[in-house]
């Protein structure tokens, strides 16, 4: 393993590139990346570096994200099939069909989307604002969420506003079970349960704290407590543990596992270096147009 992690050095370096990794991706992948996190803050992590390829460790949507956000480097993403369960390939035509259907409704499209999806949302938002960018739009305007129910069933209670609620969702976060946290909390008794709001409802309402996967290894960070339960996928206990390894960590369940988060391998990301393929670029008229949902957002306080 260690001829292979100095191959990936040494093409870096020619290239001029940066590697990017999901906290949900791999263990010895994380340890390879220059940037760890969620998948829009490494985006713009890169935009500000002055790097000229980007190797996204993770699934589709989120290099076309980096590529949006930067369309002058080139985007590799090793794991070409690694895509996002959260939708199908027909979700394109079904927001189109939406649209026409409500023709005078907003779409907010959670940054888990394919760049074609964002390019027809009048705003962008992620799993730590999708609350504030919901409050932020009008009173009197119908408003719908793509692509994950129970993310805007989380943003419907903080801002106590109804919203058309997409059919789709994380199957990883959306198999949690109240019977699974119930039983994590009383096997680890003194944890405090940290939970991602792409969990369904009733198993929200037993944590003690719902954010990003950003905000959760915050929270756990900054905590003064020294046990926690990790109600998200299995990847982020890799950087929890790096972050604080005086503190405990136990996953709500064995089956947080996302399949497609775990395509990634080393041998990829070297092949990508070294041949600067499998290339992601996204089309200008839709880039721009995902860039203008993404601004937005970005003007959001929350």
Excluded at 73 to 79: E, F, G, M
Excluded at 289 to 294: I, K, Q, T
Aim: charge should be negative.
């Amino acid at each position: 393993m260690e001829d292979i992690i100095d191959e990936i050095m040494r093409l870096k370096k020619e290239r001029k590139a940066i590697i990017l990794a999901h906290v949900y991706q791999p263990e010895e992948i994380q340890e390879i990346a220059d940037f760890t996190g969620d998948s829009y803050g490494l985006s713009r992590q890169a935009a500000e570096t002055d790097a000229e390829v980007i190797v996204f460790a993770g699934v589709r949507f989120m290099a076309e994200t980096a590529n949006i956000l930067s369309p002058d480097k080139i985007t590799l993403l090793p794991a070409a099939d690694a895509g996002c369960q959260m939708f199908t390939n027909a979700i394109e035509g079904q927001v189109r069909q939406a649209k026409m259907d409500n023709p005078h409704a907003l779409i907010v499209s959670y940054v888990n989307t394919p760049a074609s999806v964002k390019a027809m949302s009048d705003i962008c938002c992620t799993s730590s604002n999708a609350a504030a960018v919901v409050a932020s739009l009008p009173k009197d305007k119908e408003v719908i969420f793509v692509p994950d129910r129970n993310l805007a069933s989380w943003a419907e209670e903080q801002c106590n506003r109804s919203l058309l609620k997409w059919q789709g969702g994380c199957p990883i976060h959306g198999m949690l079970t109240v019977t699974d946290i119930r039983m994590a909390k009383i096997k680890y008794p003194n944890a405090l349960v940290l939970m991602h709001p792409e969990c369904r409802a009733e198993v929200r309402e037993l944590a003690d704290y719902i954010g990003s996967t950003s905000g959760i290894i915050n929270y756990a960070e900054k905590s003064e407590a020294t046990e926690f339960i990790i109600a998200t996928e299995e990847g982020v206990l890799y950087e929890l543990s790096e972050r604080c390894p005086n503190k405990q960590f136990h996953l709500a369940s064995r089956r947080l596992l996302c399949t497609n988060m775990k395509k990634t391998t080393l041998e990829k990301i070297r092949d990508a270096l070294k041949t600067l393929e499998p290339r992601i670029v996204v089309p200008d008229e839709i880039r721009e147009r995902s860039a203008a949902a993404l601004e937005k957002m970005l003007a959001i306080k929350g």
